[in-house]
């Protein structure tokens, strides 16, 4: 089974970073070369471009009503320099809103891993591209290190509400977005895992309970939490924060925790917040 | 889950706001326009299980008719689809079904097509945007959709699977999977063969030729 941790070990080996270790072995198991992989990312990178300043517009509204604007009022205040988090991180919250909120309202996004956590991953590369003014080569080499994380959840666990909850969609993302944005900041192979690791902790339980079965309610703001917990894991990661627990073991974690999650809890609008009186009247009046 | 690409951690890129309730949904549609050869005019379409029942709210609606236009999962006229559709003059209705012992993301298309072909057409959105095609009139299949397929209806005889793999043999075609399956012994069978390459029109003609093959439906694969 595939092991992060053995990746680290090969990075650490031949001094190269982990996006390098996981572009050349996908370049071996694709049989394409380094130019189409690197286009085809870049397609990727272009895509969450403009889903965040689409959603930043405000103007789009989801089928149901219910979502649509926050991403805009995060970012007016954040403009405005009365944010109580900082420029960062309140740039943060507003870009993973707005890819959200494009998402639930039909716009067009890149599934990072999930169309549900679509917000988490551009909202911390794009936020510290504009902190850090690192190049576009970078970000690139960026998401194929939170791809390669992603293919290790893939493979121990899974990706996917259904079948492992939230934690398994935002936690995954929140994993994988800080691991790339420990790489983007200058950290090691080894503090990209401490940082993906202690993300994930952060994650663990957390269930998929859409209201009406949406992607609405709770998933819009949780891309902005997620995000927020992305950043949080990075920062202590790249300070030399160690995780007592190593990340494959917590993805391996993650994975239990789903198997003994009950089936309501399991995007099947059947518990938690889809069957509070509230989640009930707003299924009730949308279907 | 098995062993995957980066590009199914990062990608696809799509519609919100669901992989398997709406880019796997178009995908469904337009899987089924291509079964169908043609395209298609009007017909009715039933949503089982959690595409009956959230489909409202993931724009499943408007995602399978974007499919059956021909849109693509990353078509920003996906929302407008049903509008489209319209305008063109074509007639779609939609029908909560229960069709049995299916994937609760599961759709069954009864399609007409322009030049009078008709289709009846079942799949699944399995998880992520993938799907699958479980029936095409009511014969058992499993069609992904990344192969060209070759669906082949005819007699269960010895040798008709040799005589059909022998045309492709001499055309280079290499089958990539194959499954076969009959009602009972000497009745009527099924062939689905997904090959590496799209079958020529020679080909087909042959094949079309031998005798005891009464169909031979060639599916181009989704993009």
Redesign the interface.
Known sequence: M?AYEDWVIEAETRGLKISEV??QS?ME??QQSEQV?FQ??H??LE?MRESVAAGLSGERR???GLVGGDAAKVQARRKAGESLLGDTISGVIARALAVAE???????????????S?GV?PAVLLSVEELLQVSEKDLLLA??T???L??TI??RA???G?EGGCQAEIGSATA?AAAAAVELAGGTPRQTSDAAAIALKSMLGLVCDPV?????VPCVKRNATGATIAMAAAEMALSGVRSAIPIDEVIDAMGDIGKQMPCTMKET?QGGLAITPTGRRIQAD?? | MGRSSVFDLLGPIMVGPSSSHTAGAVRLGAMARKILGEEPIGGTIRLHGSFAKTGKGHGTNLALIAGLLGMRPDDERIPEAIQIAKAQGLNFTFESADLGDFHPNTVQFELLGKTGGHAQIVGSSIGGGTIVIRRINDYKVEIRGDYPTLVILHQDLPGLVAQVTLLLATAQTNIARMMVSREKRGAQALMVLENDELVEDAVLVLMRRLPKIYQVLAIEPLD
Do not use: D, H, W
Not at chain 1, 102 to 112: E, H, P, Q, S, T
Not at chain 1, 212 to 216: C, F, M, R, T, Y
């Open positions: 595939r996981v572009y996908e198991s694709s992989l085809r990312m397609k990727n895509v989801s089928i149901s494009v998402n639930a309202c039909m716009g067009k996004i890149v599934a990072a891993p999930t169309a549900g679509c991953i998401l194929f939170s791809a390669g992603g293919m893939a493979e899974n990706v996917s259904a994988m009406a079965g949406l992607v609405e609008a949308f279907l």
